[in-house]
């Protein structure tokens, strides 16, 4: 089956410690997206990248990084310099950089 | 700036009640609206794509229509499997191709 997985589906982190979501698509999509969603909030964009070996921040980039070595593969590694990490992280891809995105099942992370 | 903004918040219906959701847009130059099914816990469930007024799409029960401002979503006759928060999302024609997402419906259908 065709598809966007990511993975953990639940993390938890300590304060102060880097912690990685994966995203792994196999749709042969070329644009992949991060974003995050907080309750009473619509979705912000953290990063995107339309090709492999290129991305561009998003609107809320600050305390996050990306690579995108791979076209299958757009992980997000949020740092301890983000200072309210506990959130709903959603991957996405698109075939082009237009049209519909879809969408993975989401990591919920929480920091304790 | 680009925008998006979903009313209502939330939504009840009785099942088979029919409604509509609203998604109003300001945007430069519309590339494109779309229409996901979010349950709770879970990533966007995609719907319908919508590229120019007057364009409509229909899937099972629902049925999304596209003007120059804004996008309805219509439920007919809804069923509490239809209860879920429904996004609205834009595409400009400007700037760096990235999805602008309304806050969401909330909606419960009560059997």
Redesign the interface.
């Known amino acids: 089956d065709g598809g ?1 997985t ?1 993975s953990p589906k639940y993390l938890f982190r300590k304060e102060g410690q880097n912690v990685t979501l994966s995203c792994e698509q196999n749709l042969n999509h070329d ?1 992949m ?1 991060w ?1 995050r969603q907080d309750p ?4 912000r ?1 953290i990063y ?1 990248s ?1 090709i492999v070996n290129d991305f ?1 921040k ?1 609107d809320i980039a600050e305390g996050y990084s990306v690579s995108r070595e791979k076209k299958e593969s757009f992980p997000l590694t949020v740092t301890s310099a983000q200072k309210n990490p506990t959130a709903f992280y ?1 991957c ?1 891809s698109s075939i082009r ?10 990591t ?1 992370l929480t920091v304790v | 700036e680009d925008q ?1 903004t979903q009313s209502p918040e939330a939504l009840r219906l009785q099942e088979g009640e029919s409604s509509s959701l609203n998604c109003s847009y300001t945007v430069s130059g519309l ?2 609206l ?1 229409w ?1 099914r979010q349950d709770p ?6 719907l319908f ?1 919508l590229y120019s007024a007057g364009e409509e799409k229909e899937k099972e029960r629902l049925k999304a229509t596209l003007t120059k401002k804004e996008s309805f979503l219509h439920i007919t006759a809804p069923k509490p499997e239809d209860s879920a928060t429904y ?1 609205c ?1 834009v ?1 400009a024609t400007s700037g ?9 419906t909330r909606l419960k259908v009560l059997a």
């Open positions: 966007i990511q644009a997206y974003y009473g909030q619509g979705l964009l995107y339309q561009q998003g959603l996405a950089r237009a049209g519909e995105a879809f969408f993975g099942q989401g919920r | 998006v590339r494109g779309f996901y816990g879970k990533g966007p469930e995609f794509t996004l999302a595409q760096t191709y990235k999805y602008i997402f309304g806050t969401g």
